[in-house]
């Protein structure tokens, strides 16, 4: 299985970034795939989630109304749209796909069987 993720870079305060990910040697279909966020010192932590359908989604509370997740379970991918972008948005953005997953354990790292590299995103202020 691999997961590539891409489209991070330096962004200004207030601007927008799309994040891709592209997943191989999996059946895409049947894994929730997100977006978790790591920054310097801090934990791993949820920024969006999207169940096997796309029908569920769920977002850290940070970032409800400026991120939106979507996927293509044609193309074997998944977006993260960040839009009004924060130095608070700083860190290392990885994409993460896991099996039946049940609504509570959505947000848990531990919940998500595939990680990729990682991409960085910076946000200057």
């Known amino acids: 299985v691999q997961l590539q993720a891409s489209g991070g870079g330096l962004v200004q305060a207030g601007g927008s970034l799309r994040l891709s990910c592209a997943a191989s040697g999996m059946t895409f279909r049947d894994y929730a795939m997100a977006w978790f966020r790591q920054a310097p010192g801090k934990e791993r932590e949820l920024a969006a989630t999207?169940?096997?359908?796309?029908?569920?989604?769920v977002y850290a509370d940070s970032v409800k109304g400026r991120f939106t997740i979507s996927r293509d379970n044609v193309k074997n991918m998944v977006y993260l749209q960040m839009n009004n972008l924060t130095p608070d948005d700083t860190a290392v953005y990885y994409c993460?796909?896991?099996?039946?997953?049940?609504?509570?354990?959505?947000?848990?790292?531990?919940?998500?069987?595939?990680w990729g590299r990682g991409t960085q995103v910076t946000v200057s202020s």
């Open positions: 999207i169940r096997q359908s796309g029908g569920t989604t």
């Open positions: 993460a796909a896991g099996p039946r997953i049940i609504y509570s354990s959505l947000a848990a790292p531990s919940s998500y069987v595939h």
